[in-house]
């Protein structure tokens, strides 16, 4: 991932929280955790979070309407 689309850090709280959302969106759509896809999912779980989005289940929502548009 790219440091200019870093806004700020992601702080370990908030890391957990993302890798439990992300390896549940994979495992639900069979999206492999390595390639240009799941790259994209986890760029967005983190500008969505550093935009405000600090609720685990809106994180989910978010990542996962975004498989079923792909």
Request: glycine fraction near 6%; include cysteine.
């Amino acid at each position: 991932m790219p440091f200019s689309t870093i806004k700020t850090p992601v702080q370990p709280a908030e890391l957990k929280i993302l890798q439990r959302v992300f390896d549940s969106i994979c495992a639900e759509h069979q999206l492999p955790k390595i390639g240009p896809d799941a790259e994209a999912l986890a760029l967005i779980l983190v500008r969505q979070l550093q935009n405000g989005v600090k609720n685990e289940s809106e994180l989910a929502a978010l990542g996962s309407g975004l498989m079923h548009h792909a």
